[in-house]
C-alpha cells in the first residue's frame, strides 16, 4: 500500500512538475539547424532557362536546448511571400529566414516543440494581362499551390522516415505534427488540411474554376488546370512525370517536351497530420472540407483587402489583380463547426485560456477561430521585416508584431494540448459520472480490443499510462460506439478519459494476453 502511495505521489509530482510545458516557454533558449527534405522540380527557371530544374527542398529546424525528450510533437511552418520568390516577390518577405517565422518558431521550441521552418517551389505568373490574362493567373497560381501541398507532404514524410530509419535524429513524435502556414503559406496549410482525392480538384463550388478551354477538339476541349498524369499526386509520391506533346500544347507550350514536374520524396510512407493552424491565407475551395479533417485554428484580419475574410476573390497584392475565388477564416470555421471538427476545443478551461475568452466575443461560437484587430492598413500585424532595403511601407518594428506573437501562440497553445493529446496538466470539460451518458466498456481486462457504447455522441477518447503520458488519442469520433483496436499497447492497466459534449469520463482500462 505505502508503495502504490508513493509511486501515484510521484506520478502527481511529475504531472505538475511538466503541466507548462507546451503551454509556455519551459526552455530559455533554442538551437537552429539547417536541413534538406527532399528536392523536386521547380518552374521558376522556365522564363530564363526554358526548362524547369531540380531545386533542394530547404528546412531550418529548431529544437529546445537542454531538452531530454525524445519523442516531441512536431511544428512545420510554412512562410509566406506571395508564391513567389524574395525579393523578386515585391513583398516585405519570403524565406525560411523571416523574422516572423524565425519568432513564431523560437518561441514554440522553447515551448518544447521541434519546428521546421520549411520552404517550398513557388513560381507564377501574376501579372498575365489580356483576354486570357485571369485564366492564367489562376491556372499558375493553382499550380503552384499544387507544388507546396506536395512539398509539405513530403516533409511530413521525411521526418517518419528519419524517424524510423535513421534514429529520430530530430527527436520528434511522428504521430503529433501540426501544419502552420503563414500568410501564402496559410494556403498550403488549409489545402493539405482537406485536399485529399484529386478529383476534388474538379468538383468545386464553380464549374470549370480549376479548369482550361484548351481549343482542342471534345472531349479536351476543357483541360484541368492541374494534371495528375503530369504534375504528380497530391501527395508527391508519383513520378517522375514529364510533359508530353499534348501537355504542351494545352498549356500554351509553357513546358517543353519531355521536361520532368514532379519525382516522389521519401515515398512509403503517410503524409497524415493531426492540426492545422493558418495565420492569414484561405482555402482554395470550400468543398474541400469534409467531416472528419483535422481540428483547424484560424488567424485572420476580418479586413484584410487581399484574402478574403468569408468566400470572394483573392487579390494579388503586389499588383492588385484580381485571381480566384476563395475562402477565408470566416467561412473555414463556419464548415468546420458545421462538421463537427473542433468539437475537442469546446470546454477548455478558462483559468488556462484567456485569449479564448476574448476571441469567443468575436467569434460567433466558433471556437478556434481568432479575428484579429487590424493595425492601421496591415492584414499581417504579427510581420515585420530585417531584410536590408526593404519595399515602401513594409514594417520594421518588432515590438507591435511581437505583441500579435505572443496572442497568437497563447490561443494556440491549449488547443494543440487537446488536438494532439499533449500532457498539458488540464482536461477540457469537467468531470461527470458515466451513468449521466450511458456509458459501458468492455471487455476489463481485454485482449485484443475495447469496446465503448453510451447514449451520447462520444466526441473523443484519450489514453494515459501509468506515468499520465498519452498514448492513444481518437478525435472526431462522434458515435455512440467505438470500438478501440488494441494495436501494439503492451499488458498492463490505463486510463481513459471519453469526452462527452456534456463532459468527461474517466475508465480503467487492462489489456493481457490470451
Same mark, same amino acid.
Given at each position: 500500500m505505502?508503495?502504490?502511495?508513493?509511486?501515484?505521489?510521484?506520478?502527481?509530482?511529475?504531472?505538475?512538475? $511538466?503541466?507548462?510545458?507546451?503551454?509556455?516557454?519551459?526552455?530559455?533558449?533554442?538551437?537552429?539547424?539547417?536541413?534538406?527534405y527532399g528536392?523536386?522540380?521547380?518552374?521558376?527557371?522556365?522564363?530564363?532557362?526554358?526548362?524547369?530544374?531540380?531545386?533542394?527542398l &530547404?528546412?531550418?529546424?529548431?529544437?529546445? /536546448?537542454?531538452?531530454?525528450?525524445?519523442?516531441?510533437?512536431?511544428?512545420?511552418?510554412?512562410?509566406?511571400?506571395?508564391?513567389?520568390?524574395?525579393?523578386?516577390?515585391? =513583398?516585405?518577405?519570403?524565406?525560411?529566414? *523571416?523574422?516572423?517565422?524565425?519568432?513564431?518558431?523560437?518561441?514554440?521550441?522553447?515551448?518544447?516543440?521541434? &519546428?521546421? &521552418?520549411?520552404?517550398?517551389?513557388t513560381?507564377?505568373?501574376?501579372?498575365?494581362?489580356?483576354?486570357?490574362?485571369?485564366?492564367?493567373?489562376?491556372?499558375?497560381?493553382?499550380?503552384?499551390?499544387?507544388?507546396?501541398?506536395? *512539398?509539405?507532404?513530403?516533409?511530413?514524410?521525411?521526418?517518419?522516415?528519419?524517424?524510423?530509419?535513421?534514429?529520430?535524429?530530430?527527436?520528434? *513524435?511522428?504521430?503529433?505534427?501540426?501544419?502552420?502556414?503563414?500568410? /501564402?503559406?496559410?494556403?498550403?496549410?488549409? #489545402?493539405?488540411?482537406?485536399?485529399?482525392?484529386?478529383?476534388?480538384?474538379? %468538383?468545386?463550388?464553380?464549374?470549370?474554376?480549376?479548369?482550361?478551354?484548351?481549343?482542342l477538339?471534345?472531349?479536351?476541349?476543357?483541360?484541368?488546370m492541374?494534371?495528375?498524369?503530369?504534375?504528380?499526386?497530391?501527395?508527391? %509520391?508519383? !513520378?517522375?512525370? &514529364?510533359?508530353?506533346?499534348?501537355?504542351?500544347? #494545352?498549356?500554351?507550350?509553357?513546358?517543353?517536351?519531355?521536361?520532368?514536374?514532379?519525382?516522389?520524396?521519401?515515398?512509403?510512407? =503517410?503524409?497524415?497530420?493531426?492540426?492545422?493552424?493558418h495565420?492569414?491565407?484561405?482555402?482554395? *475551395?470550400?468543398?474541400?472540407?469534409?467531416?472528419g479533417?483535422?481540428?483547424?485554428?484560424s488567424?485572420? @484580419?476580418p479586413?484584410?483587402?487581399?484574402?478574403?475574410?468569408? %468566400?470572394?476573390?483573392?487579390? @494579388?497584392?503586389?499588383?492588385?489583380?484580381? @485571381?480566384v475565388?476563395?475562402?477565408?477564416?470566416?467561412?473555414?470555421?463556419?464548415?468546420?463547426?458545421?462538421?463537427?471538427?473542433?468539437?475537442i476545443?469546446?470546454?477548455i478551461?478558462? =483559468?488556462?485560456?484567456?485569449y479564448?475568452?476574448?476571441?469567443?466575443?468575436?467569434?460567433?461560437?466558433?471556437?478556434?477561430?481568432?479575428?484579429?484587430?487590424?493595425?492601421?492598413?496591415?492584414?499581417?500585424?504579427?510581420?515585420? /521585416?530585417?531584410?536590408?532595403?526593404?519595399?515602401? !511601407?513594409? $514594417? /520594421?518594428?518588432?515590438?507591435?508584431?511581437?505583441?500579435?506573437?505572443?496572442t497568437?501562440?497563447?490561443?494556440?497553445?491549449?488547443r494543440?494540448?487537446?488536438?494532439?493529446?499533449?500532457?498539458?496538466?488540464?482536461?477540457?470539460?469537467?468531470?461527470?459520472?458515466?451513468?449521466?451518458?450511458?456509458? %459501458?466498456v468492455?471487455?476489463?481486462?481485454?485482449?485484443?480490443?475495447?469496446?465503448?457504447?453510451?447514449?451520447e455522441?462520444?466526441r473523443?477518447?484519450?489514453?494515459? +499510462?501509468?506515468?499520465?503520458?498519452?498514448?492513444?488519442?481518437? $478525435?472526431?469520433?462522434? #458515435?455512440?460506439?467505438?470500438?478501440?483496436?488494441? +494495436?501494439?499497447?503492451?499488458?498492463?492497466?490505463?486510463?481513459?478519459?471519453?469526452?462527452f459534449?456534456?463532459?468527461?469520463?474517466?475508465?480503467?482500462?487492462?489489456?493481457?494476453?490470451?
Amino acid at each position: 500500500m505505502k508503495k502504490l502511495t508513493l509511486l501515484l505521489l510521484l506520478c502527481a509530482f511529475v504531472g505538475q512538475a $511538466n503541466a507548462q510545458r507546451y503551454l509556455e516557454q519551459v526552455f530559455t533558449a533554442a538551437s537552429k539547424t539547417t536541413a534538406i527534405y527532399g528536392s523536386n522540380f521547380t518552374a521558376l527557371t522556365l522564363a530564363v532557362t526554358g526548362h524547369t530544374s531540380r531545386q533542394p527542398l &530547404v528546412m531550418n529546424v529548431y529544437q529546445p /536546448t537542454g531538452d531530454v525528450e525524445t519523442a516531441r510533437p512536431l511544428v512545420i511552418y510554412l512562410h509566406t511571400g506571395n508564391f513567389l520568390p524574395y525579393p523578386q516577390n515585391g =513583398s516585405c518577405g519570403g524565406t525560411i529566414n *523571416d523574422a516572423a517565422a524565425d519568432e513564431f518558431a523560437t518561441r514554440l521550441a522553447k515551448m518544447g516543440y521541434v &519546428v521546421a &521552418v520549411a520552404d517550398y517551389r513557388t513560381g507564377w505568373n501574376p501579372i498575365a494581362s489580356g483576354p486570357t490574362g485571369e485564366l492564367t493567373r489562376r491556372a499558375t497560381l493553382i499550380n503552384a499551390a499544387y507544388r507546396g501541398v506536395q *512539398d509539405v507532404r513530403s516533409c511530413i514524410r521525411f521526418f517518419k522516415k528519419t524517424a524510423e530509419t535513421s534514429g529520430n535524429p530530430f527527436g520528434v *513524435d511522428t504521430s503529433k505534427i501540426v501544419v502552420w502556414g503563414q500568410g /501564402t503559406g496559410g494556403y498550403i496549410s488549409l #489545402a493539405a488540411n482537406s485536399l485529399d482525392k484529386y478529383s476534388e480538384i474538379i %468538383t468545386t463550388s464553380t464549374p470549370f474554376k480549376f479548369q482550361l478551354p484548351t481549343g482542342l477538339p471534345a472531349p479536351n476541349n476543357w483541360l484541368p488546370m492541374v494534371l495528375e498524369a503530369y504534375n504528380g499526386n497530391i501527395y508527391g %509520391t508519383s !513520378g517522375p512525370h &514529364v510533359s508530353d506533346a499534348f501537355y504542351n500544347q #494545352a498549356t500554351g507550350g509553357a513546358y517543353p517536351i519531355g521536361d520532368t514536374l514532379a519525382v516522389p520524396n521519401s515515398p512509403g510512407y =503517410s503524409s497524415e497530420f493531426q492540426l492545422c493552424v493558418h495565420t492569414g491565407g484561405a482555402l482554395g *475551395d470550400s468543398l474541400w472540407m469534409q467531416a472528419g479533417d483535422n481540428p483547424i485554428i484560424s488567424y485572420q @484580419v476580418p479586413a484584410d483587402p487581399f484574402a478574403p475574410y468569408g %468566400t470572394d476573390i483573392l487579390i @494579388v497584392p503586389t499588383t492588385n489583380e484580381p @485571381v480566384v475565388e476563395v475562402s477565408g477564416a470566416d467561412d473555414v470555421q463556419s464548415i468546420a463547426k458545421k462538421f463537427n471538427n473542433n468539437a475537442i476545443f469546446n470546454g477548455i478551461p478558462a =483559468s488556462v485560456d484567456p485569449y479564448g475568452v476574448v476571441a469567443n466575443a468575436r467569434n460567433a461560437g466558433r471556437n478556434g477561430l481568432f479575428p484579429l484587430p487590424q493595425v492601421a492598413s496591415n492584414s499581417a500585424p504579427w510581420e515585420w /521585416t530585417t531584410y536590408a532595403n526593404p519595399p515602401a !511601407g513594409c $514594417n /520594421t518594428d518588432a515590438a507591435p508584431a511581437k505583441l500579435y506573437i505572443d496572442t497568437i501562440v497563447r490561443y494556440y497553445a491549449p488547443r494543440a494540448c487537446l488536438a494532439l493529446g499533449l500532457p498539458c496538466g488540464f482536461v477540457n470539460t469537467k468531470e461527470i459520472a458515466g451513468f449521466e451518458v450511458g456509458l %459501458t466498456v468492455a471487455p476489463v481486462p481485454a485482449t485484443s480490443a475495447v469496446v465503448f457504447n453510451a447514449e451520447e455522441a462520444i466526441r473523443t477518447i484519450l489514453v494515459f +499510462d501509468i506515468n499520465g503520458r498519452v498514448v492513444r488519442t481518437f $478525435n472526431n469520433i462522434d #458515435a455512440e460506439t467505438f470500438t478501440m483496436q488494441r +494495436d501494439g499497447l503492451a499488458n498492463g492497466m490505463y486510463f481513459a478519459q471519453i469526452l462527452f459534449e456534456q463532459g468527461f469520463v474517466k475508465r480503467k482500462l487492462v489489456f493481457e494476453n490470451n
